[in-house]
């Protein structure tokens, strides 16, 4: 991919829940490593988990932990990290959904009342 460009340098920073997918990821070398297909978190906790970075179009997303994440521009994104780094992080997984069997509702029934 080619050298990322100074799009988003004129903008002011924004906060992670700001950030919408489709914008550039750009490596710490400079280089464009994808786009963001999704912003990982908890925005009621204010919980920033990272980004689901999707390098290219047939491949699968990455996530790139928010430690790695210094800069949030609205349609650009700088990360620590280089685009080897990038392209090494394992491939993005949604967390399991949590599933409640029934028998185990006791504490549930307590605390709604049924």
């Given at each position: 991919m080619a050298r990322?460009?100074?799009?988003?340098?004129?903008?002011?920073?924004?906060?992670?829940?700001?950030?919408?997918?489709?914008?550039e990821v750009i490596s710490s070398d400079g280089e464009v490593v994808g786009k963001v297909?999704?912003?990982v978190?908890?925005?009621e906790a204010d919980v920033f988990t990272g980004l689901a970075v999707k390098p290219g179009v047939l491949s699968g997303e990455?996530?790139?932990?928010s430690e790695h994440v210094p800069r949030i521009w609205p349609k650009r994104v700088e990360v620590s990290?280089?685009?080897a780094q990038v392209e090494a992080l394992p491939p993005f997984e949604?967390?399991?959904?949590?599933r409640i069997e029934p028998g185990v509702s006791g504490?549930?029934?307590?605390?709604?009342g049924r």
């Open positions: 990322g460009g100074t799009v988003g340098l004129s903008e002011p920073e924004v906060s992670w829940k700001a950030l919408e997918p489709g914008a297909s999704r912003v978190g908890d925005a990455r996530l790139v932990p990290l280089t685009k949604d967390p399991p959904a949590v504490f549930f029934r307590r605390l709604f």
